[in-house]
């Protein structure tokens, strides 16, 4: 597992949201649709509502809505809203002082997967989430 199960939720939660041609989405929506914890998914949505990835509307009709559209929330944003972004720049050994200058016996191999990885974050959006079978989400 390379992200952790926020920032799992949180793609899925996003992808949901993109995929339904729905407005607004309650947390208990949420909840009963992607059978992710009750009490976490409001605590992540405040988590993406800080981000400025997600917005709400208050009242009896209100709900969480996308705050941009989906091309122009990329996975890089849902990482970074999660904080996980530090997990990739850490050795991949888990040494505190592994860097190019003082590399661990793994590091010039984990170089470019981890390029590669970022590179994916910041082109994949949204939209492209969407075309995956949710199932697999």
Not at 53 to 69: D, E, V
Not at 77 to 99: E, P, Q, R, W, Y
Request: proline share 2%.
């Amino acid at each position: 597992m390379l992200f952790s199960k926020t920032t799992e939720y949180a793609v899925r939660i996003l992808t949901y949201m993109q995929i339904k041609d729905e407005m607004f989405f309650s947390a208990t929506k949420l909840y009963t649709e992607l059978d992710l914890p009750y009490k976490y998914i409001t605590k992540l949505m405040t988590t993406l509502s800080k981000a400025d990835l997600i917005k709400t509307k208050m009242g009896r009709s209100g709900g969480y809505y996308l705050a941009r559209a989906g091309e122009e929330i990329f996975l890089k944003h849902i990482i970074l809203a999660t904080n996980d972004f530090k997990k990739l720049d850490s050795c991949v050994l888990g040494h505190s002082k592994c860097s190019d200058q003082d590399p661990c016996a793994m590091h010039n191999k984990w170089v470019p997967i981890k390029e590669t990885i970022i590179n994916m974050t910041n082109s994949l959006n949204l939209d492209e989430l969407a075309k995956i079978d949710i199932t697999k989400l």
